[in-house]
């Protein structure tokens, strides 16, 4: 069992940036792939960033250059830093842990990232 627990949400400005925290119950060391997703309204949830436990990152198109996917084995955390911030990107941002091939996904409660014009 998996406990993940996002924060470092809130209000900003277009333009400007935020970096979200993923706390994990676990060491995240071994974990095969953690990954960051966000749900905007009216929207289905889709996937923003992920890292794999080699260090490969992949990302959406649409944060490209903008967000960057990041952990802390020693603080069981993974992060999303996110920044030029645009309007669009308002969305509740979700952390996901699958430790293997075979194991359950886990899910975090969400944290809510609104940007402003």
């Known amino acids: 069992q998996v406990q993940l627990v996002e924060s470092g949400g809130g209000l900003v400005q277009a333009g400007g940036s935020l970096r979200l925290s993923c706390a994990a119950s676990?060491?995240?060391?071994?974990?095969?792939?953690m990954g960051w997703y966000r749900q905007a309204p009216g929207k289905q949830r889709e996937w923003v960033a992920a890292?794999?436990?080699?260090?490969?990152?992949n990302y959406i198109d649409s944060v490209k250059g903008r967000f960057t996917i990041s952990r802390d084995n020693a603080k069981n955390t993974l992060y999303l830093q996110m920044n030029s911030l645009i309007p669009e990107d308002t969305a509740v941002y979700y952390c996901?842990?699958?430790?293997?091939?075979?194991?359950?996904?886990?899910w975090g409660q969400g944290t809510q990232v609104t940007v402003s014009q």
């Open positions: 996901k842990a699958k430790p293997s091939r075979w194991s359950s996904e886990y």
């Open positions: 676990v060491s995240i060391f071994s974990i095969n792939i």
């Open positions: 890292l794999t436990s080699g260090g490969t990152t």
